[in-house]
Each structure stands twice: as structure tokens, then as C-alpha cells.
């Protein structure tokens, strides 16, 4: 019996192999040309646009790529056509005196040279490109809208994601590309979460990172902070209060040891134990004098470890224990209004409107998408001045409290600020009353300070039309709401008035 062997075909699809080849030839030419254009645009005259970035140095390569593979694909298939009976595989001869060989060798060397300087050039820009944050903030564009918005409006919005995510080395490199495979398998099965979960569990420890550009040896002293306040009644009553937050210092260069960035000192270390994965219950806290090695132990009254019990690993606390939301920061109600009111962009004089506005900003947080949020808060608010005289005032307000929404809420990604505790302070989130909250007791009877005044001296507080006091020495606090000795200011305060 004989096999019929299918022809060779002719002419171009002869190298090419077949269809296959074909295509890979075709994709391959379109996608090298449009490259190299590109890549020739971006060296003489430069883009500004961060998609393109992406497009030039991650996707047209691959598309390349994906064109030589094909006609990889088309040669091997070919060559499985030509086979004929009782051939036998093997590497092909080179002839350096065949004048074709030679030809075919020193065109292969010289395209083989183009093509690996375009490609170290391109993997260097790739690995610009997958650094910036354009490609971390924009790309996944859902999913990563509400930290990049948040970030946008941060005291650290030119400071590249990658500086605080990944740091210097490569082997945090190597570990971020690794999980950010994870992740964008994740988006492309939309099998991500909503929200994204926080704390971070692997982020790199911040003495690694933040301490490229902050390091504790540099906190001295006290830094002014002054907060407007307006009450959610009807004449929105401004409270005003200006304290001196002691943030202290970390070594006797610029002044005494002490306050609050001595939990970074070098000298010492904090560890704790969190009860909840969002390290908002803390029984248990341990610092360790390593000069004297003097340990001392806090816990609340149940927080004490069982006898004999397992106890996990406890944290090392490090920046971000407290400064958890140095840029993604999402403003409550409250504090977005108190700010868009003090700087006058809503209107003060209108009569209730940081309480409506904040109504309304609470209930279109659980909107479903954000054109609905956008519409309901211009619903909310309109139907509570139907006559009033200034219409003008009240548009005003109501696109101000949108832009607040736009810049704070994303409901496609579920993602507020109720869904992101904030460790600095102690108002709307325990903060440092997680621990400093008069519970924690150690071993020899010391209470881990819950004075007012160890952190902060309140210097000038006012009320409305009353004159404000001032003393540099201090005040007690006069609280706007009453007297609340001793209870957590948490138990009221939660983001909204
Ligand atoms: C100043 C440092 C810093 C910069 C710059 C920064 N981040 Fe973060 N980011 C953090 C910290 C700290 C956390 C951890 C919050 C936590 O664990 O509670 C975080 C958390 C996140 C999270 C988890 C979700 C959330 O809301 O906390 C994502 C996603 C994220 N960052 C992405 C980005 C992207 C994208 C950029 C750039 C556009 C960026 N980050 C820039 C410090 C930074
Ligand atoms: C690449 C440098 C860089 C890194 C890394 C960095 N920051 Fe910053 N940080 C800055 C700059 C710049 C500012 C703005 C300074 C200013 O406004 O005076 C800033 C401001 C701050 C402020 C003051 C914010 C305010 O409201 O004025 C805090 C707090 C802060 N950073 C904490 C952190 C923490 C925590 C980390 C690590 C998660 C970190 N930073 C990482 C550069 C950096
Ligand atoms: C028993 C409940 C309660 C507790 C506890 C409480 N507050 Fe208040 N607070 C109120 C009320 C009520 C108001 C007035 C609300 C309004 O009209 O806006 C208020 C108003 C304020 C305001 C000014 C208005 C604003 O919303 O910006 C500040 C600032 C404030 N409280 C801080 C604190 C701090 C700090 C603590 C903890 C030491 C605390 N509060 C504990 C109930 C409480
Ligand atoms: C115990 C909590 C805590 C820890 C830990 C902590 N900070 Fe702070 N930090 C604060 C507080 C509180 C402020 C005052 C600013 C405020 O209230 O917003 C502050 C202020 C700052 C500022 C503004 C500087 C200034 O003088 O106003 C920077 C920058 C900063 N911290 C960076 C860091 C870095 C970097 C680390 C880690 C090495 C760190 N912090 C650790 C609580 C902390
Ligand atoms: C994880 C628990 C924990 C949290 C959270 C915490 N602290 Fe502390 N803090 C401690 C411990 C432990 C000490 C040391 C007490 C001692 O043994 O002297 C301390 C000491 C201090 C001191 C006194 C330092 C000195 O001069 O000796 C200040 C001020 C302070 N903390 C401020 C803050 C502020 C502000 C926050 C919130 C932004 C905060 N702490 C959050 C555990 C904590
Ligand atoms: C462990 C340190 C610590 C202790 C103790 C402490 N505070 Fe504070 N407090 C802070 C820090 C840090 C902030 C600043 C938070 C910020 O940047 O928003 C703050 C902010 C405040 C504010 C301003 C809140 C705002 O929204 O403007 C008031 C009022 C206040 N504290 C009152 C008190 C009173 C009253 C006590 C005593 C019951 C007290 N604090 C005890 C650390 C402390």
C-alpha cells in the first residue's frame, strides 16, 4: 500500500508553512511595525498618556511574541508535512561555503542583534512601565478605582504606589510580581473581592519603606493641628479647636526621647496581640527595652494569656499600626463636610445642611452603582429646600456633596470609609484607644496612659459666637455633645454627626 504524501505547497506559504505560518507572518509584521513606530515616537517625542505605556512595552510585545509562536508552529507543521517515509530527524547541515547558507546565517545574526537590543530596551521600559502608577492605579481600572482616587487626593499622590508596596530589592520585586499573577488571574475571572480585605497581610514591614523618606530619628517635638468642626444643627455652629500633637521624637540628636513616634524608637520594641483580623481589638501589648532589656506586659482584664495555651505570633508595630491610611484615606461624612464647609464650599448659611448633607451622603452609601448615589444625594437634598430663596446656594451644595461621594464612595467595589478603619486618632475608630484606652493594666499595676494630655494639648478651642479660650499650657476639653467622662468616644462618633 502506498501513502500519498500531501504536496509542498509554493511560493510564500512555502517558508511560511501554511495558514498558520501565514498569520504568524502577518501578525508578527503588523504588530513589529506598529512597535517600532512606537517605540521610535516615544524615544524622539515622548508620550504622556499612561495607557500607552502599557500598550507599547507589555501588550505589542506579547502580540509579537504570540506571532512568532505561530509561525514556530507553522514551520514544525510543515516539516511533519514534507517527512517522507524513513526519514530520519536531525539538525539541519550549515555549509559556511554555500554562498546561500552564508547569506541566510549573517541575515539571521544581524536580525537576531535588532531584534535583542529592541527587546533589552523594551524589558527595560516594561519594567518601568509595570512600576508606575499608571499600570498599578489604572489598568484594573474597577478594582483599583477607589485606592487610586484616594491616593490622587493624599499628601502622597507623587509617590509612586511601588515606593510603600514593594520598596527597594529585588526580592520583594520578584514576591510582588508573583501575587500580582494571582491577582490579575483574579480580574480576569472577576473572582476578586468586594472590597479588597485590609490590613494588607503581606505588605512589606513599613521600617523597610516608609523610612526611605520619614526615618524616627527625625520626629522631634509638637506639630500644630487644627480641625473645624460644624454641629449638625440648625445653624451649623462652628466648633473650632487647635491642638499641639505631640509627635516626639526617637533619639536624643534633636531633643528628648518621648511621644508619640517613641513607639518607633530604635531603642524599643512594641508587639501585640489582636483578637479580630482587622487589628481593632488589642488585649495584649508587650514593649521590650532593649538597652535594659526591661519587658513589660499590658492587657486588658480578659486579655491575659491562658495558662499553658498556644498564644499566636505577636505583631511588631510598626507605622502603618497607625498610620494605616497615609494615602488611600476615604472621609466620612463628617469629616468631608466639616472641611467643604469651612472652606465654603457648601454654604454655612444654609439652615441644617450639614446635617441633611450628611443624611444624604449616609444613605447613598448604599447605593448600588455611583450614578444612583449621585442621583439620590441631588434627590435628598433638593426635596429639604423646596423653596428656599437662594437656589444657587443649594446647587452648590449639592454638586459639592456629590464630589464628595465621587472622591470617597465606590460603590462597585463596596468600598467607604466604613470598611476602613483609621488608626490615627481615636474619634470615629479606636486608633490608639485600642490600646491607651485605661483597660490595659501591666503586670506590676501600671496603666498605659489614658491622660488627655499625653498626646496632645488642646490650645485654643471656640463654640460659635463665644470668644475662643486660649492657653498654651492646655485645656480640658470642652466636648460640643456634653460631658463624656470616660466613655469611648467611639460609642458615638462613627463618621456621621
Ligand atoms: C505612602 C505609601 C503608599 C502609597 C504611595 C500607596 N499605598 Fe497602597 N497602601 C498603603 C498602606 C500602608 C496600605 C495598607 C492599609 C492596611 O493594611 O490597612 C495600602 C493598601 C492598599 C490596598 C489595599 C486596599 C485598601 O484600601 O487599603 C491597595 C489595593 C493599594 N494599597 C494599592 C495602591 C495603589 C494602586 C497605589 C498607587 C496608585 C498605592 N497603593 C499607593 C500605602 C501606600
Ligand atoms: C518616596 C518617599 C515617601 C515614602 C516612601 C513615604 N512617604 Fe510619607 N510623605 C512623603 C512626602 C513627599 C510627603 C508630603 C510632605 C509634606 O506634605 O510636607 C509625605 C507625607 C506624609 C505624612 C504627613 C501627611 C500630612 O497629612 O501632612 C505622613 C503621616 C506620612 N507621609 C506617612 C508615611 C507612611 C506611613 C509611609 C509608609 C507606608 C510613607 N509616608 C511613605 C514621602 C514619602
Ligand atoms: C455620649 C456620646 C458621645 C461621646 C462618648 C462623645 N461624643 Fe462627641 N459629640 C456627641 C454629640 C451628641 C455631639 C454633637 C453632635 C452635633 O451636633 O454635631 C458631639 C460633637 C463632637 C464634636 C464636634 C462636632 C463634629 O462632629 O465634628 C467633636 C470634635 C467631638 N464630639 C469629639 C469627641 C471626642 C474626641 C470624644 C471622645 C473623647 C467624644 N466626642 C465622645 C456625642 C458624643
Ligand atoms: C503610635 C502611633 C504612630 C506610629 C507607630 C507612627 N506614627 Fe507617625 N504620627 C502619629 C501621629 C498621631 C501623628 C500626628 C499627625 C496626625 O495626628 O495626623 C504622626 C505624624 C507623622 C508624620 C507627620 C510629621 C509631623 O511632624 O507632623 C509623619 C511623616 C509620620 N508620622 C510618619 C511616620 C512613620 C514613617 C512611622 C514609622 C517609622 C510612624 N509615623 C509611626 C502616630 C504614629
Ligand atoms: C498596640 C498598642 C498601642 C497602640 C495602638 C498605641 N500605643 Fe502608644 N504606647 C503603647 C505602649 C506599650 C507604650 C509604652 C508604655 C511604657 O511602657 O512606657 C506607649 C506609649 C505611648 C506614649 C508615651 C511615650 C513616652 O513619652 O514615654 C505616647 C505619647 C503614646 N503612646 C501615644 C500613642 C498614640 C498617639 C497612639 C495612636 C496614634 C498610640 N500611642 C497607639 C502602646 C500602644
Ligand atoms: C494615646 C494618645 C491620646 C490620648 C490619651 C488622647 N488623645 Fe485625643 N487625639 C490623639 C490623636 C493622635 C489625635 C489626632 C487625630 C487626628 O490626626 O485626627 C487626637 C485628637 C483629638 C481631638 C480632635 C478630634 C477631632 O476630630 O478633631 C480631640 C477633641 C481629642 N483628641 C480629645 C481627647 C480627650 C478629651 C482625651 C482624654 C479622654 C484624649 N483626646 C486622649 C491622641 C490621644
Redesign the pocket.
Same mark, same amino acid.
Given at each position: 500500500m502506498t501513502e500519498t504524501i500531501p504536496k509542498p505547497p509554493k511560493g510564500l506559504s512555502a517558508y511560511a508553512g501554511n495558514w498558520l505560518g501565514l498569520l504568524g507572518i502577518i501578525v508578527t509584521m503588523c504588530s513589529l511595525l506598529a512597535l517600532l513606530l512606537l517605540i521610535a515616537f516615544d524615544i524622539f517625542v515622548g508620550f504622556s498618556r499612561p495607557y500607552l505605556g502599557v500598550l507599547i512595552y507589555v501588550i505589542l510585545p506579547a502580540i509579537v511574541f504570540a506571532g512568532l509562536l505561530l509561525i514556530g508552529a507553522g514551520v514544525w507543521y510543515q516539516r511533519r508535512l514534507r517527512r517522507k517515509p524513513g526519514y530520519k530527524p536531525g539538525l539541519p547541515h550549515i555549509d559556511l561555503n554555500n554562498p546561500r547558507h552564508r547569506r541566510n546565517l549573517i541575515l539571521t545574526v544581524c536580525i537576531g542583534l535588532v531584534f535583542l537590543l529592541f527587546s533589552a530596551y523594551g524589558s527595560y521600559r516594561a519594567y518601568h512601565v509595570t512600576e508606575s502608577v499608571a499600570f498599578c492605579g489604572l489598568l484594573c481600572h474597577q478594582v483599583m478605582e477607589p485606592v487610586h482616587t484616594t491616593y490622587l487626593n493624599s499628601p502622597h499622590a507623587r509617590v509612586a504606589c511601588t515606593k510603600c508596596h514593594i520598596g527597594p530589592g529585588a526580592s520583594w520585586f520578584v514576591r510582588a510580581k508573583i501575587s500580582g499573577l494571582r491577582q490579575v488571574y483574579a480580574v480576569l475571572t472577576d473572582s476578586y473581592p468586594r472590597p479588597i480585605p485590609v490590613p494588607v497581610e503581606n505588605l512589606r514591614p513599613a521600617r523597610e519603606t516608609c523610612e526611605q523618606c520619614h526615618w524616627p530619628e527625625k520626629f522631634y517635638g509638637a506639630t500644630e493641628l487644627q480641625r473645624p468642626h460644624y454641629l449638625a444643627d440648625e445653624d451649623n455652629t462652628p466648633f473650632d479647636i487647635r491642638m499641639m500633637i505631640?509627635v516626639?521624637g526617637a533619639t536624643p540628636l534633636h531633643g528628648p526621647i518621648? %511621644?508619640?513616634h517613641?513607639?518607633m524608637a530604635v531603642g524599643n520594641d512594641?508587639e @501585640?496581640r489582636a483578637t479580630d483580623a482587622s487589628r481593632q481589638t488589642?488585649p495584649w501589648?508587650r !514593649?521590650t527595652n532593649r538597652a535594659t532589656g526591661k519587658v513589660?506586659v @499590658?492587657h486588658t482584664a480578659d486579655g491575659a494569656p491562658a495558662e499553658g495555651a498556644a498564644q499566636p505570633e505577636p505583631r511588631r508595630?510598626d507605622c502603618v499600626? +497607625?498610620h494605616n491610611r497615609p494615602t488611600h484615606i476615604f472621609q466620612s461624612p463628617n469629616e468631608a463636610l466639616n472641611v467643604a464647609l469651612w472652606l465654603n464650599r457648601v454654604d454655612a448659611s444654609i439652615p441644617s445642611i450639614k446635617l441633611n448633607a450628611s443624611n444624604a451622603l449616609l444613605q447613598s452609601a448604599k447605593a448600588k452603582s455611583r450614578t444612583e448615589g449621585v442621583r439620590q444625594i441631588d434627590e435628598l437634598i433638593s426635596a429639604k429646600y423646596p423653596d428656599y430663596q437662594d437656589p444657587l446656594k443649594i446647587r452648590q451644595a449639592v454638586a459639592e456633596t456629590q464630589n464628595i461621594y465621587r472622591n470617597n464612595f465606590f460603590p462597585e467595589m463596596k468600598t467607604t470609609w466604613q470598611v476602613r478603619p483609621d488608626?490615627?486618632?481615636h474619634r470615629s475608630w479606636p %486608633? +490608639?484607644f485600642? +490600646?491607651?484606652d485605661g483597660e490595659h493594666v501591666s503586670t506590676t499595676g501600671e496603666t498605659?496612659?489614658n491622660d488627655c494630655n !499625653? +498626646?496632645h494639648t488642646i490650645i485654643s478651642q471656640a463654640l460659635g459666637d463665644k470668644p475662643a479660650t486660649t492657653s498654651l499650657a492646655g485645656l480640658p476639653f470642652e466636648h460640643p455633645g456634653g460631658d463624656v467622662p470616660g466613655i469611648l468616644c467611639t460609642l458615638c462618633h462613627a463618621g456621621s454627626p
Open positions: 505631640k516626639g518621648g %511621644g508619640i517613641w513607639h512594641i @501585640y488589642i501589648v !514593649a513589660t @499590658y508595630m499600626d +497607625c488608626n490615627i486618632g %486608633g +490608639c485600642r +490600646c491607651h498605659l496612659s !499625653a +498626646c
